[in-house]
């Protein structure tokens, strides 16, 4: 990318950032909020709202000076893949906040809470009274805090695009839901950054030819995803897509083509097309997600646990697989279990293994399909289509390899980068796809497993990609044959067993706008076991046979395979995620920090205000719960003479009015004493010589009620010292006092329990 700029959204009243609503919220109308429980506006539909300024704007321009190439340039044409168009993410709050929720290890709820609350809103009906059935509550974004947008140019923009998209981004003062109805006011402002994505050589390719069966080189790409990836299955509906678990070759060789092709600026008629897609020359193997610094694999399928296993929430378990039958028959009647997940890593006696995080969010088009010709289209009738992206989330690190058997000026243009940003996937002109990149070559493949030394007799194989097989006739076949298996290898070779599932794959073609034919597949995760009748495997022939593949579009990632001479693993450790920061993976012990695809999101002039708003509230909320649990067990403890509620409402009106004063303005706490003496001097001179003595023959507990007060206007609360500030006393104990004499008022705890005052 070429340039950059930063879309600074400050809110200028409450908004509704609308979208899939929040699993951890309880309004009718929530908001689009993150992994973190903070709310954001997707690029898709801040995109969505500067073409709509941007096109008002060209509207009252000249016949002669009307924009609309810019326009197309700038925001795409629908129906089409715009390589061209900007590329806009989602608007976020301050990288300063996210560090902050990190840092003291806050939820989702906490973060919600703190930046958002609830409005109630009725319907009126014609006589002027509240709609039966019509209240609602929508949860909103508070005023004054500042989201920030980052944008991509794929290319140097003329001064004519680059003057109408500031003139967008100022014009845009509505974003949200009920724009109509005073929320979502907002004020925009464009920065252009300075720097360009920059080239950092790393030297030529590693040649690997000591290496048994070697010929080539590996390229590692680590891959850092900034935001959500949309690679979608190929099966689907109309208006939902289901995400793959990892980055397929075909999808990284496209963004590496097109990303070279920018960088050396060549044409697309002079691509090297016959070194690039040639699998005998440049291979683009799937990127599957790193576990503890390991590039993961596809999870075997033939793991089994017991039933009782599966229900304990240990981490570590112990597995058994079903190619063993002597050892599998040791849980045959425990009722077995087979054990999911998405990928996997060998390590030391045991298997590694996690899952891939993934995330949805509903899209709304206003477009008319233009690609569907019938009634509507007729009429002239735009239809809105809501439709859901199941996507890949952001914050995780995935690793592929790009294996290169002979040179080219693609490949030696990859081996000298160091860094480098890429969009992968689908809808990356919309908030979606931005991933950094790091580039390193491996004198070996990251494939070869560490081979037993003892021969066993047997051979595993691995399908660590789809397969796509056919037999010596052309028929599709699910497994390889063993003849031609053992041809491979110097060996004769016999099928003893197998677990094997098979799934319909395919592909997208964006140049071409259309889909590649579906293949009945051998899904990733599949493996077989072999019986060696004759022959010693041969580990440099094993090499090359995982090396080159097997299969159909082994350019694309398709065709991986991982040979083995036992499968010595009967542990299994589930892998977390270890929080990656905004690009960095120097926490889960890596070298590398993404500097290429990172955008700073904040400004130091407002970062420390808007987060010390945040920690007043979670203070607020925190107070907040301290002061019901104490006041909720006070109740309880009331005892003694009993009391009118005339004279609790004098005690309540006390406690309130000095409440009142603190909120008005500077207080000091001697005040608050002094009000509170007076007060009981006055009790004790009017029940000096009185039989009944009123408020004085009161107990809360062990206390009388008036060294209860004294004692309650004395408490130091205990919360975290970063939630800590000024204020906290007297105004909580006073807060505590005014709810604990409400309560008694009105005859009722704040869980709604009545108040028995005997």
Not at 40 to 66: I, S, V
Not at 279 to 286: A, H, M
Request: a neutral charge.
């Amino acid at each position: 990318m070429s340039r950059r700029a930063i879309i600074e959204i400050e809110l200028l009243s409450e908004a509704v950032f609308g979208g899939d609503g929040s699993p951890i919220g309880t309004a009718d109308i929530e908001i689009q909020t993150d992994e973190c429980g903070l709310p954001y506006l997707a690029g898709r539909t801040l995109k969505g709202l500067l073409r709509e300024q941007a096109e008002w704007y060209n509207h009252f321009l000249p016949p002669d000076e009307r924009l609309d190439g810019e326009i197309a340039r700038l925001f795409g044409k629908p129906w089409e893949d715009n390589h061209e168009a900007l590329r806009i993410g989602s608007a976020k709050l301050a990288d300063a906040i996210y560090d902050f929720a990190r840092r003291h290890q806050l939820g989702p709820a906490d973060m919600l809470e703190a930046v958002t609350h609830i409005r109630s809103m009725t319907s009126i009906d014609e006589t002027g009274k509240a709609a039966e059935g019509t209240l609602r509550q929508a949860r909103v974004v508070k005023p004054g805090f500042v989201f920030y947008a980052p944008v991509f140019a794929a290319s140097d923009l003329t001064e004519k695009e680059k003057l109408l998209l500031e003139k967008a981004v100022k014009l845009l003062r509505h974003v949200g839901l009920m724009r109509n109805r005073g929320k979502g006011e907002v004020r925009c402002r464009l920065k252009w950054l300075d720097g360009r994505d920059s080239v950092v050589p790393v030297g030529g390719l590693e040649r690997a030819d000591s290496e048994p069966g070697a010929k080539g080189a590996y390229m590692e790409l680590t891959i850092f995803a900034h935001e959500p990836l949309k690679i979608s299955q190929v099966l689907g509906t109309s208006d939902s897509s289901q995400a793959l678990g990892h980055i397929p070759g075909s999808v990284l060789r496209g963004a590496l083509v097109q990303a070279y092709l920018q960088a050396t600026g060549k044409p697309a008629e002079e691509l090297e097309t016959e070194d690039i897609f040639d699998p005998r020359k440049v291979q683009f193997w799937n990127g599957y997600l790193v576990l503890d610094g390991k590039r993961g694999l596809p999870f075997a399928q033939h793991l089994f646990e017991t039933k009782a296993d599966s229900k304990l929430p240990s981490k570590t378990r112990k597995i058994h697989q079903v190619l063993d039958r002597e050892r599998f028959a040791a849980i045959r009647h425990q009722s077995p279990v087979r054990i999911s997940r998405d990928v996997m890593a060998f390590g030391a006696g045991r298997l590694l293994a996690g899952n891939v995080r993934t995330t949805s969010s509903l899209h709304l088009s206003l477009l008319e399909d233009a690609r569907r010709e019938g009634r509507f289209a007729r009429l002239g009738v735009n239809r809105t289509r809501i439709y859901r992206y199941e996507a890949l989330a952001a914050g995780q690190v995935f690793r592929a390899v790009v294996f290169a058997r002979e040179s080219s000026p693609f490949t030696e243009w990859l081996s000298r980068q160091r860094t480098m940003m890429l969009w992968l996937g689908g809808a990356r002109n919309s908030g979606y796809g931005r991933v950094s990149v790091a580039v390193k070559s491996l004198a070996f493949s990251p494939e070869w497993p560490d081979w037993s030394k003892k021969h066993t007799g047997f051979l595993y194989v691995l399908a660590a990609s789809d397969w796509i097989l056919r037999d010596r006739q052309g028929k599709p076949c699910s497994h390889l044959d063993p003849d031609w298996l053992g041809e491979q290898l110097g060996v004769e070779l016999e099928l003893e067993d197998q677990v094997v599932q098979t799934r319909l794959t395919g592909g997208y073609i964006s140049q071409w706008q259309a889909y590649q034919p579906s293949h009945a597949a051998v899904q990733a995760g599949s493996i077989y076991k072999y019986r060696v009748l004759s022959g010693v495997l041969d580990e440099r022939k094993m090499k090359q046979l995982m090396d080159r593949g097997v299969g159909a579009r082994i350019n694309e990632g398709y065709g991986r395979l991982v040979l083995f001479e036992d499968w010595p693993f009967d542990e299994l450790a589930d892998w977390e995620p270890a929080d990656a920061g905004n690009g960095s993976m120097e926490s889960r012990g890596e070298p590398w920090h993404f500097e290429e695809g990172q955008v700073s999101r904040g400004d130091p002039a407002t970062d420390d205000g808007q987060i010390d708003r945040i920690r007043k509230r979670l203070a607020q909320l925190r107070l907040e719960e301290i002061v019901r649990e104490r006041v909720n067990r006070w109740i309880g403890q009331v005892h003694g003479e009993r009391v009118g509620k005339s004279k609790w409402g004098t005690l309540w009106q006390i406690s309130s009015e000095l409440l009142a004063d603190i909120q008005a303005g500077p207080f000091a706490a001697e005040t608050v004493i002094d009000r509170w003496t007076r007060f009981w001097e006055d009790v004790d001179r009017r029940t000096e010589n009185k039989r009944n003595r009123g408020l004085n023959g009161v107990r809360v507990g062990q206390w009388s009620l008036k060294e209860f007060i004294f004692r309650v206007l004395e408490h130091e609360y205990s919360i975290d010292d970063w939630l800590r500030s000024d204020g906290i006393s007297p105004y909580w104990n006073l807060r505590e006092l005014e709810l604990f004499f409400r309560q008694i008022v009105r005859g009722q705890t704040a869980t709604g329990k009545k108040v028995s005052l005997s």
